[in-house]
């Protein structure tokens, strides 16, 4: 097992699995986390979900890694510690921490309530802290987060479940609210079925929204429209269906971050409609400008929510019965996931329960 030198002194021992390189094999680790802050709380990590991302950083995809990598922005937890000055937890309070862990809290988006699109906002793993210590993420035995970056998580809802709501139900719920697509008068598209898809199918008929999954094969058809409850699968290499729902839709989100060609999808809506993309691909899109001009349609990016919306779309989801459908991993099996998740075979997030299965690791 790995112990890192050389950093920062800290005063608390902490436990995980990290990446050493662009490999992205993950293996125990120990290291250290920050004194818990007089606004800060320390969490004890009780689950923790895989996201897309996590694969795209351990690799190095986004070419901006840096190792040692310890992953896990999906986290749900228990108060263990509580600062001087917190006012928002209790201890044993179960709680949710999402992408983020700080940001300047002094530029708009920040004044807003929108801290996720700070400039200086600090990622939950692969960064440095203001206070200059690193970050690792939630497959680690705790996390310190100031109170303003974790959100309630209530009792309704399943623990395990409400993982990966801190950044896949997040990015749903953030779009539809947003730009006005949550309602019963509003038909939209969702690009793809998978960790952010079908959480966003589940959120737009708690809002009573027409929602249509888009796909490029008919394999989730049936989980789509009996298990998920959307109202119509269409399928975008179909010409022939795709024609018949031309100017269908209000909006769609795409949440596809292979390269894909979104001219097909920008037909599909009416006018003034919003074409919403949430997967970062790799190459540019190539688009006409009239599809955009004939029907003033548009093309957004959104991400994930701030704290405020993020803890209003946690209570929707606990008031509604919203759920991730997930598979619970042991610690030791996180590689075998991971490699799973590049191909496409999970149903449909990855959540580790750490509590029970990180310390037997540890050798």
């Given at each position: 097992m790995e112990r890192l030198s050389g950093e920062k002194e800290q005063s608390v021992e902490a436990f995980g699995w990290a990446a050493r390189d662009s490999s992205g094999h993950l293996s125990p680790f120990v290291f250290s986390r920050r004194k818990t802050g007089e606004e800060e709380v320390r969490v004890k990590v009780l689950y923790c979900g895989i996201c897309h991302s996590d694969l795209h950083c351990l690799k190095n995809e986004w070419h901006s890694s840096t190792y040692p990598l310890v992953p896990g922005h999906e986290i749900v937890g228990e108060v263990s510690e509580i600062g001087s000055k917190v006012s928002k937890f209790n201890l044993g309070d179960k709680v949710g921490v999402g992408c983020i862990i700080d940001s300047c809290r002094t530029c708009q988006s920040c004044r807003e309530d929108q801290e996720n699109y700070c400039t200086k906002a600090v990622a939950t793993y692969n960064g440095v802290h203001h206070d200059g210590t690193i970050n690792y993420g939630g497959y680690s035995d705790h996390i310190v987060v100031d109170e303003r970056y974790a959100v309630k998580i209530p009792h309704t809802l399943p623990l395990a479940s409400a993982a990966p709501l801190l950044c896949a139900g997040i990015s749903m719920y953030s779009p539809m609210k947003y730009f006005g697509l949550a309602g019963p008068d509003k038909h939209i598209g969702i690009v793809g079925l998978?960790?952010?898809?079908?959480?966003?199918?589940?959120?737009?008929?708690?809002?009573?929204?027409?929602?249509?999954?888009?796909?490029?094969?008919?394999?989730?058809?049936?989980?789509?429209?009996?298990?998920?409850?959307?109202?119509?699968?269409?399928?975008?290499?179909?010409?022939?269906?795709?024609?018949?729902?031309?100017?269908?839709?209000?909006?769609?989100?795409?949440?596809?971050?292979?390269?894909?060609?979104?001219?097909?999808?920008?037909?599909?809506?009416?006018?003034?409609?919003?074409?919403?993309?949430?997967?970062?691909?790799?190459?540019?899109?190539?688009?006409?400008?009239?599809?955009?001009?004939?029907?003033?349609?548009?093309?957004?990016?959104?991400?994930?929510?701030?704290?405020?919306?993020?803890?209003?779309?946690?209570?929707?989801?606990?008031?509604?019965?919203?759920?991730?459908?997930?598979?619970?991993?042991?610690?030791?099996?996180?590689?075998?996931?991971?490699?799973?998740?590049?191909?496409?075979?999970?149903?449909?997030?990855?959540?580790?329960?750490?509590?029970?299965?990180?310390?037997?690791?540890?050798?």
């Amino acid at each position: 097992m790995e112990r890192l030198s050389g950093e920062k002194e800290q005063s608390v021992e902490a436990f995980g699995w990290a990446a050493r390189d662009s490999s992205g094999h993950l293996s125990p680790f120990v290291f250290s986390r920050r004194k818990t802050g007089e606004e800060e709380v320390r969490v004890k990590v009780l689950y923790c979900g895989i996201c897309h991302s996590d694969l795209h950083c351990l690799k190095n995809e986004w070419h901006s890694s840096t190792y040692p990598l310890v992953p896990g922005h999906e986290i749900v937890g228990e108060v263990s510690e509580i600062g001087s000055k917190v006012s928002k937890f209790n201890l044993g309070d179960k709680v949710g921490v999402g992408c983020i862990i700080d940001s300047c809290r002094t530029c708009q988006s920040c004044r807003e309530d929108q801290e996720n699109y700070c400039t200086k906002a600090v990622a939950t793993y692969n960064g440095v802290h203001h206070d200059g210590t690193i970050n690792y993420g939630g497959y680690s035995d705790h996390i310190v987060v100031d109170e303003r970056y974790a959100v309630k998580i209530p009792h309704t809802l399943p623990l395990a479940s409400a993982a990966p709501l801190l950044c896949a139900g997040i990015s749903m719920y953030s779009p539809m609210k947003y730009f006005g697509l949550a309602g019963p008068d509003k038909h939209i598209g969702i690009v793809g079925l998978g960790g952010l898809g079908h959480i966003g199918v589940r959120f737009a008929k708690a809002f009573g929204t027409k929602v249509t999954v888009i796909s490029s094969t008919t394999g989730k058809s049936k989980d789509a429209l009996e298990t998920l409850g959307a109202d119509g699968f269409l399928v975008s290499t179909d010409e022939d269906q795709m024609k018949a729902a031309t100017g269908t839709m209000d909006g769609i989100i795409d949440t596809v971050s292979a390269s894909h060609s979104i001219s097909p999808l920008i037909g599909l809506l009416k006018s003034n409609g919003k074409l919403v993309l949430l997967g970062a691909t790799e190459k540019p899109f190539d688009i006409s400008a009239f599809s955009l001009i004939l029907g003033r349609k548009s093309i957004a990016g959104s991400g994930i929510g701030g704290m405020k919306e993020t803890q209003e779309m946690i209570d929707f989801a606990a008031e509604h019965g919203i759920k991730a459908e997930i598979e619970i991993i042991s610690m030791d099996y996180v590689n075998t996931a991971i490699d799973r998740l590049a191909k496409g075979d999970v149903r449909y997030r990855f959540v580790i329960d750490i509590a029970n299965t990180l310390a037997a690791t540890r050798s």
